[in-house]
């Protein structure tokens, strides 16, 4: 087994076997606050259905002229794509209050991800198909994401 070594001020300190530290990482980054086990983002529902949205948003967008994706079309799919980042993102970090935090911003992107949805549809840029598609996955996200920030408050509690 190695061990590493270090300095501090005039003296070589050894510290733990590497091995150790591995474990302990590996351990950290299974176990959420309290030693419960929290799955990785990428198996929450909430987290899938907002990547979801955001893969189907990008393949609209991409066929869209150049002036209307410059303008517009970045903006949909940033403010989409912004969904599933704050939700990991917040999924990442030590707390609880600051995982609430970033799925409360989660919850305003989505917003402003309808909002640019109602324009695009307005201005005969997404078919009715493609709404008629958007719409129900962007009707499960909401109360999903509510869901999921009260499942966190929850927890915070004990």
């Known amino acids: 087994m190695v061990s590493l070594f270090f300095w501090i001020g005039k003296r070589v300190t050894t510290l733990l076997p590497i091995f ?10 299974t176990m959420g606050l309290g030693g419960v086990v929290t799955p990785p983002v990428q ?3 909430v987290y899938q259905l907002a990547e979801k949205i955001s893969n189907e948003i990008w393949f609209i967008v991409k066929k869209w ?14 403010s989409a794509d912004s969904v599933g ?3 990991a993102e917040g999924h990442g970090r030590y707390s609880c209050q600051d995982n609430q935090r970033f799925v409360k911003i989660a919850r305003g992107s989505l917003n402003e991800t309808r909002h640019w949805l ?3 549809y307005a ?20 109360p ?15």
Do not use: C
């Not at 129900?136 to 996200?141: F, G, I, R, S, V």
């Not at 999903?144 to 004990?158: D, F, I, R, V």
């Open 20 to 29: 150790f530290y591995h474990k302990l990482a590996q351990s950290l980054l």
């Open 43 to 45: 198996q929450l529902q």
């Open 65 to 78: 002229d150049e002036f209307t994706k410059d303008t517009m079309g970045k903006q949909i799919v940033r």
């Open 85 to 87: 980042a704050n939700i």
């Open 118 to 120: 109602r324009l695009a």
């Open 123 to 142: 201005r005969n840029l997404l078919t009715q198909e493609q709404s008629d598609r958007l719409h129900p996955l962007l009707n499960e996200l909401s």
């Open 144 to 158: 999903k994401l509510n869901a999921y920030l009260n499942s966190l408050k929850q927890k915070a509690k004990g």
